[in-house]
């Protein structure tokens, strides 16, 4: 299990907390493209205090998305931290309190950080879509599922979780647990063998 919490991604996660001096830790992602919604974060965390939002990752809107959090006068809330190699990311997943996908149209599908991040125990925030995002994050289970391009509502999630490690722990584990049943390898693939004998059946 390449996501279980060693003793050594344990410590580089705790490199990385010490480096934000005991903040909450947001986690995002991907690719810094116009529907992952980083423009709606930067917004939300001019209303979250004592709280960091890391984004990994580059994209065609980096020194856009730099200039507006330059603007809103939240640097010491947001950081970017360009690419990352998947050991560092790995460790990031284990640092954070939350992972955060506000994703603002249907271009994301699915959201696969998504798994990387309950298989590493985070809770979940993401962005009603009407897509695979909040079939993999379930609302008040594996994490908080709120409305695209509302920064107020944004802020309000990743405050609700910030204050309550209980609902994080809690979440974490659901989300853990929802991988392993629902979206191992192993799983995925009997379903679809599954799918065809169906189709066979039937034809």
Not at 40 to 65: H, K, S
Not at 100 to 114: D, H, K, Y
Not at 166 to 184: D, K, L, P, Y
Not at 190 to 197: I, K
Request: charged share 20%; glycine share 8%.
């Amino acid at each position: 299990d390449r996501f279980a919490r060693t003793p050594a991604l344990a410590q580089q996660a705790a490199a990385w907390q010490a480096r934000y001096h005991g903040q909450s830790l947001v986690l995002f992602v991907g690719r810094l493209r116009h529907y992952k919604g980083i423009d709606v974060l930067i917004d939300a965390m001019r209303q979250v205090e004592n709280t960091r939002a890391l984004i990994v990752g580059i994209g065609p809107l980096e020194q856009a998305w730099r200039a507006q959090a330059e603007a809103m006068g939240v640097t010491d809330r947001v950081t970017f931290l360009g690419e990352a190699p998947d050991a560092e990311v790995l460790a990031l997943y284990h640092a954070a309190s939350i992972f955060v996908l506000p994703s603002t149209n249907r271009a994301e599908t699915l959201g696969i950080v998504q798994l990387e991040a309950m298989a590493c125990g985070l809770p979940l925030i993401c962005t009603e879509l009407g897509t695979g995002t909040s079939y993999v994050n379930q609302h008040g289970v594996t994490g908080l599922v709120v409305p695209p391009n509302d920064p107020s509502a944004l802020a309000g999630a990743i405050r609700q979780l910030v204050a309550d490690p209980g609902i994080r722990a809690a979440m974490g584990a659901a989300g853990r647990r929802r991988v392993e049943q629902e979206f191992t390898r192993e799983v995925m693939l009997d379903r679809t063998l599954e799918l065809y004998r169906e189709a066979l059946a039937c034809s």
